[in-house]
């Protein structure tokens, strides 16, 4: 089979989509269904989650459609009905979604989103929406985390390189940005995005020259005013030496130096040694920038340690959240057909029917607690209704949000969430419930299907 | 800023990439430089790597130009000399390659590519290069792990939900067809790489109708030949009794039932259950199919434990590469204007020059042994040079190879692999030496490098 073509991403979805798609389109099963996307658990260290990935989300489903060449590549599997591949020329989304806007904070267990639409056209979606709410959310609550740990300080994403893909590194960019970095290292994304970028240079410049001074001098010339020098190539304080002779002579020609960046060794010792020959040559407004290896865990050891750094350029381990690379996201049928569903596998119990999720907080505006409720039960006093109505007929019913209206909502986000659940290790469990009508409802869709499914076959099915 | 549009894959670069390119440029710096791009290290339990990305990197290459909106998105940045713009507008990459071909077995430290090109055309390319051979070197090395672990029993691909974004899952697709999978559930990665695809049902099919055997029947007359049936939304055994029944209607009607899937529980307990229960009822060719968290690991677990599985599905774990969803991928500088050059930063000391590795093999065809030399040197007796000439001149000088030759190279690589690195936990090292003259001129170039940068640089530069 040589049938290579670029497909669109309408055929992004699992093979079983598509044949779950048929044999319902067979079946006449057609009608409203409602899907619940959540995360059943938190991974390693994390007590919340940044809801990301619903502009994605919307803009796939607003251009929801096969094309001709993915309809031919489909016919020649020789496994669907041609009805069904006509009637999937023909379909576009037209449901609704609830959702949580991007940059809010969610918890384990709460629909992020609620698609409601014709099964068939909810089914095809589920690949694309768990993989970006999934991608999305796992690096934006990384990225959340190291903002918490620098505790103001600059941070910029240096991962385009390490991500997962061109496309994980321009939404990792664009995440970090929403949840508070200072910018990225990716010109793409900073022209994608709109997005401040930022750079200081490499070890292939330093080594390329005849020597460490030759290469900061030259690098000093070609920008002034915006270079920041790397200083570990050969030996980090004699490259701290020789930044200190250019910051020198360019503050002797009217510009300023504007940091060195350390990249490798042990940076809690060598910022400080680093500060004071700077302090020492009264170099004070030259600025220490650290990389290598850095995530929240590092930033937050450096800063408790009482490095005297003031930005940070983090990679690899944040760019695939290294320490929790995946997220237990599901997408689960809730509804058929107006009737709640749900299935019993072990572990992994799932709550019926169409829901919301409320939020109460303090009087001083801090979170205090969440219930998961029927969509249609009335909102417990002074609490927030998290799941709004984004699209209706297939059709966004909001106008997109800029990346700047993003960052603002996480910041105020990040603000109400008390203190405690910043915590970078170990934090604690916010409280999460079940209102009593959708326990009564888990309850009683349960034991139908038990009633139904656990008798014996025979005795069920007499043939 | 909102300068948001689709940037060409050129912009996908780290800004310092261009401000180092800016400074060599205006220092009229512009000779031919070697950048040598090699894993430093193994992840944990990895013996050996799946060289991958290496079609894509090329095509990269190739059509590497910036287009007119990425130049007036980088003017509109104020940090660029317009002389530079326009060197930009017209720079192609007009270098040369060499590299081990996709497929192929490496090891920590080998260049698995060498770029050989004026320096700020290979400057440039670096992002990329980096992301993308690390992205797919690290997936391949992992899915070929999964392979090794099942032992010739059918692995397919399941992640397109899990991995981070729909690239990634594109390319694991592609690599684990490579690496021996049978193919993908992913229908966009099957259309796009001719990877054969298939799959089963979701919960949400069975939760969706009346009853678990209402279900089962439906997809039945469906997909009466290519029908495998998922049980345990409800109760397993009691899925497995709901699937006997309809296999034996399937059979009655002259078709046959392929499969059932377990996808959560106690698989090696279930797998068995449900092996017997098939089994008194006469359906000895209807297979089990395994998924739910799997990967090497969790394939190994099961085999040794005797477990009556045909075929696995492997998603998350596999899709980021769970355990190691990183590795430690460089590019670097090693020759300038035909000097070579290395750093010599705390633990991270490069082996400076172009180079090439040869491989010797025992008498029987299996890896003895790898020796990283100078690229001039003489090959040892019965050796193999694993870099070859890809391209010249900006242009490949081979056919593009295809997926199935690809896949014939890996098998017969990893046939040659001994078993001993084949080990999924705690491997030995296979033994990769450094020549005796590439040995003395790293000597050379440190010891040049130290002498002239540890001075003291009023010694150095008096001024």
């Known amino acids: 089979m040589d049938t290579s073509f670029a497909p669109s991403l309408a055929l992004f979805t699992d093979l079983y989509e598509l044949t779950m798609a048929q044999a319902y389109w067979q079946a006449g099963r057609t009608e409203l269904a409602t899907f619940s996307l959540f995360f059943r658990s938190y991974p390693p260290d994390r007590a919340f ?66 698609v409601t639409a014709p099964i068939i056209e909810g089914q095809i979606a589920e690949t694309y929406l768990v993989n970006q709410v999934n991608l999305q959310t796992t690096l934006a609550t990384k990225a959340a985390r190291v903002v918490h740990a620098a505790r103001g300080k600059t941070v910029v994403d240096f991962a385009a390189r390490r991500t997962h893909g061109v496309e994980a590194a321009d939404k990792l960019a664009r995440l970090g940005y929403l949840v508070g970095f200072a910018g990225t290292s990716n010109v793409a994304a900073g022209a994608r995005y709109g997005i401040p970028v930022s750079g200081t240079m490499a070890h292939s410049f330093v080594t390329s020259f005849p020597s460490e001074l030759e290469a900061f001098r030259q ?51 060598l910022s400080r040694q680093a500060r004071a020959l700077l302090d020492d040559a009264r170099l004070h407004d030259v600025q220490i920038f650290a990389s290598g290896g850095l995530d929240e865990y590092g930033v937050d050891d450096l800063l408790r340690g009482g490095a005297p750094i003031d930005g940070f350029g983090v990679g690899t381990k944040v760019g695939v959240s290294a320490d929790a690379p995946w997220t237990d996201c599901v997408y689960k049928l809730v509804e058929y057909a ?102 009564a409802l888990q309850q009683r869709t349960s034991a139908a299907a038990a009633a139904r499914e656990l008798s014996a076959p025979h005795e069920q099915h007499p043939r």
Chains 1, 2 share one sequence.
């Open 219 to 269: 690098f000093a010339r070609s920008f002034p005013d915006t270079c920041t020098l790397l200083v570990d190539s050969y030996d980090t304080l004699q490259g701290v030496r020789h930044a200190i002779i250019v910051a020198q002579e360019l503050r002797q020609a009217g510009h300023r130096l504007q940091g060195l960046r350390l990249d490798s060794g042990d940076l809690l010792s």
């Open 49 to 114: 989650f940044v809801s990301a990935g619903l502009t994605d989300v919307l803009d796939y489903l607003e251009n929801l459609q096969f094309s001709a060449a993915d309809l031919a590549y489909l016919r020649s599997l020789r496994r669907f009905d041609h009805g069904f591949l006509d009637y999937l020329a023909s379909l576009r989304f037209t449901g609704s979604v609830r959702a949580m806007p991007e940059g809010t904070i969610a918890f384990a267990n709460e629909p992020l989103l609620e």
């Open 338 to 439: 107006g009737q709640p569903v749900l299935k019993l596998s072990t572990g992994k119990q799932t709550l019926p029917g169409r829901k919301q999720v409320f939020r109460r907080r303090t009087a001083d505006g801090q979170f205090e607690r969440d219930v998961i409720a029927c969509d249609d039960e009335p909102p417990p006093t002074n609490a927030e209704a998290m799941l709004v109505d984004v699209m209706v007929g297939g059709k966004r019913i909001r106008p997109v949000e800029s990346l700047t209206e993003l960052r603002r909502r996480f910041q105020s986000e990040s603000a109400a969430l008390p203190k405690i659940f910043h915590a970078l290790r170990s934090p604690p469990k916010y409280e999460v419930a079940v209102s009593e009508r959708l326990q």
